[in-house]
């Protein structure tokens, strides 16, 4: 960044934020980014402050839990096992149902507890929220509350401390390495003051959270496990490693892709003075999650993108698909007027 950018951002914002007429947003809150529209301290979606001060990674000895590094040692073994299964000997429907799994655990992570339960991009009725509970439950990566949760901290507090998976700690830290250990007291502190009031009023949701520990291993791993066995005679090492092992692992790296390959690679056409970015692999594994530096502008965008490219966001497609029936609705969109001028204004 330039030496005058930071002043020069500061009194283009500043104007900004006294054309829009709100000049009562306080501007001590250490917060770097928003979550929801109404976070938004200018008309163009921003922030008044100058977050680049606040972005950083505190030095600390970090408290490893062994007991996860242990856990993703022999997930990531088994998934590289599973893989070698599915190319020599799984049977080509066991390595279809992997695909399936993935495909519909994505969705529940993407359209679920991403879109859907952390920004409240869109409103679902029931029968869908159902769908993207076991869809979701299907992923393992922790119930949709507290994914929702952790996921909102990560905008607010983007890059800092407070940040569950701060990429200025590297690429590692970013991707798997915040699960290997002890949580860093911000973290904790920040989600405890995070409104949740809107996840607990859902009671699909509290259903999940309440039997998560019941559920989880039935939906992640049993019924992959049991289904290839039983409907076309599969052997149960390809069933388990395959179907459950390397698919689940496969879904893992996928999202955490999000967090680390596209804080780090890729464009930044919204907002260069960001660490997110846009990247089309990202965006084609993880259905359109990938275009990062649109979504951190624009949270709300229950597209997290600016354009409708079905190809490289599958998400859309299915949220769009789901609104033509009735059963998603109230989608948030961002203004061409909006993109236009943020991108002239930072961009």
């Known amino acids: 960044m330039p030496p005058n950018a930071t ?11 006294a054309n829009s007429g709100d000049d009562s947003k306080s501007l001590t809150d250490n917060s770097t980014g928003v979550l929801f529209e109404q976070d938004a301290e200018t008309y163009d979606g ?8 606040l972005k950083k990674a505190e030095k600390r000895r970090l408290k490893l839990v062994w007991r996860n590094i242990i856990a993703f040692v022999y997930v990531h073994l088994a998934a590289v096992y599973g893989l070698w299964l599915m190319l020599t000997s799984a049977k080509w429907q066991t390595s279809s149902l992997a695909i399936f799994l993935y495909l519909i655990s994505g969705l529940g992570i993407t359209a679920g507890a991403h879109r859907l339960w952390a920004h409240r991009a869109y409103k679902a009725k029931w029968p869908l929220r159902l769908i993207l509970m076991i869809f979701n439950t299907i992923a393992f990566q922790d119930a949709a509350y507290h994914w929702a949760r952790d996921h909102r901290v990560h905008h607010k507090y983007s890059e800092t401390d407070a940040d569950p998976h701060n990429a200025t700690r590297g690429f590692f830290f970013s991707h798997i390495g915040w699960l290997l250990c002890k949580k860093h007291p911000q973290v904790k502190a920040k989600g405890k003051g995070m409104d949740l009031s809107d996840l607990r009023a859902d009671p699909i949701l509290m259903f999940q959270k309440k039997y998560y520990m019941i559920l989880m291993p039935i939906f992640c791993f049993l019924v992959p496990t049991m289904i290839p066995m039983y409907a076309w005679n599969e052997k149960f090492v390809n069933a388990w490693f395959v179907a459950a092992m390397f698919r689940w692992c496969f879904t893992l790296n996928v999202t955490w892709l999000v967090n680390s390959a596209a804080h780090k690679f890729g464009g930044k056409p919204y907002d260069r003075f960001i660490n997110p ?20 502008v ?21 949220i769009d698909f789901f609104a033509k029936i009735g059963w998603a609705y109230d989608l948030k969109q961002v203004s061409r007027d909006i993109i236009e001028k943020r991108v002239k204004r930072t961009g």
């Not at 002043?7 to 934020?17: D, E, G, K, R, Y």
């Not at 970015?277 to 951190?296: D, L, P, Q, R």
């Not at 997290?304 to 599958?314: F, I, P, Q, V």
């Open 298 to 318: 624009f949270p709300w965008d229950y597209k997290t993108a600016e354009l409708g490219d079905y190809s490289l966001n599958l998400t859309t497609a299915f």
């Open 46 to 53: 921003g922030l008044v402050k100058d977050i680049e001060i």
């Open 277 to 296: 970015a846009e990247n089309k692999s990202v965006a084609f594994f993880a259905f359109g999650e990938g275009w990062h530096n649109y979504h951190h």
């Open 7 to 17: 002043a020069n951002t500061q009194s283009i914002t500043n104007s900004l934020v």
